[in-house]
């Protein structure tokens, strides 16, 4: 295991202290599960950072930072389900986007990092999440345009797979 996989798998250690913090329901319970949740974040920047910067991109990598960056989502949107402040059939989306997506993955000979708009869902989501946690008025709007790029993603991604998507000559 090289150091920016070992980094990946610590940022599944931030996830008890967040779903924690959220079934406290205080304000230090908030604190708790923002801070363990942006640290782990944080996390997300820096395997990807390391492994590019010294060659140590894998395919292992590859697909274990997606998975751990969706349950480093997930777990709090549950918690906040849980608590009422966001509506199920929002998170239902997600969820939903990101199944398919990590089925549509596996059944893939070569595994392709993510694009433009991956990169902007997982920000806005890690921002809505936030702002929710803290109960800030603009947690919900943020989280519906989280949702809206999560979507917009996840067509982008399987329209770049499709078979019958040919790229035109000067496009990459």
């Not at 980094?7 to 604190?31: K, M, Y």
């Not at 894998?58 to 274990?64: A, F, N, P, S, W």
């Not at 960056?69 to 998170?91: F, Q």
């Amino acid at each position: 295991m090289n150091l920016p996989t070992a980094v990946t798998l610590l940022r599944l250690a931030g996830i008890p202290f967040i779903l924690l913090g959220l079934s406290l329901q205080s304000p230090w319970g908030e604190r708790l599960a923002l801070w363990a949740f942006l640290l782990a974040a944080a996390t997300d920047w820096l395997d990807g950072h390391l492994a590019r910067r010294y060659g140590l991109v894998t395919d292992v990598g590859k697909v274990l930072d997606p998975l751990v960056d969706k349950l480093l989502v997930l777990a709090p949107l549950l918690g906040l389900l849980e608590l009422g402040r966001i509506p199920a059939w929002g998170v239902f989306l997600l969820v939903g986007r990101e199944l398919a997506i990590a089925g549509w993955r596996v059944n893939q000979s070569q595994i392709r990092g993510a694009n433009l708009w991956g990169k902007a869902k997982t920000v806005t989501q890690i921002l809505a999440i936030a702002l929710l946690i803290l109960g800030w008025p603009g947690g919900i709007p943020c989280f519906w345009v989280a949702v809206v790029l999560t979507l917009i993603s996840g067509l982008t991604y399987l329209h770049a797979d499709h078979p019958n998507h040919a790229k035109s000559p000067g496009r990459s």
